[in-house]
């Protein structure tokens, strides 16, 4: 378990696998994503490490349904009185209703999708409050909904415009190229469609469910390159694996 102090607010954890980032609002907490099953201890550990309790933890808010982030949901929500927040079209696999949609490999994924096969099964969590697009969150002075289908059916974004903060979840990646398509998705054409579209939104601190994040005046500087490369369309989103 790594904790990676992005700022005074926020802070990137990174358990087993996968990246969950955690907010504070003062004295309440809020993780965005929570790892893949089995997570809970090192998400435990990461609060105990930076003087927080478990039982300061007000919701989980999930960018999408997939293991590495919708994982521990479940262990963590039981932590205390713990809201979970995730898209109306993502909940019900979420939920355990449904078995989630594979995703459509390109030939360059197939050998990258070898790499995470065996994942635990995810087990099913409650969600208490269902997203759609535009909606608006009760943390971060406002947090803002952006819907990114594609890599899932309900994926999501979430912006802090108060803070000039960012989560893309999976739709984007960073790269040691810079930021790029996320790998497996449903629907990549789609995809494409919303990655154009997030790139347009302003942001200083871009966090991602995969890569480090964009920090400082580089980082600003870098996404608002994508935002202008983008502005071509979906054929000029950066996509290696396609």
Known sequence: MEIIPLRAELHLIKPAFGQTYLWRDGSELTLVDTGIPGSGPDLAAAFAELGFRRADLRRIVLTHCHEDHAGSAAEVRGWGEVEVLAHRLDAPVVRGERPRAEPVLTEPERALAEQFAGFPSVPPCPVDTELDDGDTIGFGGGAQVIGTPGHTDGSIAI????????????????????????????????????????????????CFGHGDPLIGAEGAAAWRALGERCQGGPDAVPDPLG
Do not use: Y
């Not at 803070?163 to 979840?169: E, I, Q, S």
């Not at 930021?179 to 942001?203: H, K, Y």
């Open 159 to 206: 912006r802090l415009p108060a803070h000039g903060v960012l989560f893309t979840g999976d739709l984007v990646a960073n790269s040691a190229e810079g930021p790029l398509l996320g790998p497996f998705n449903t629907d990549r054409a789609r995809a494409r469609e919303s990655f154009v579209r997030l790139a347009q939104v302003p942001a200083e601190l871009v």
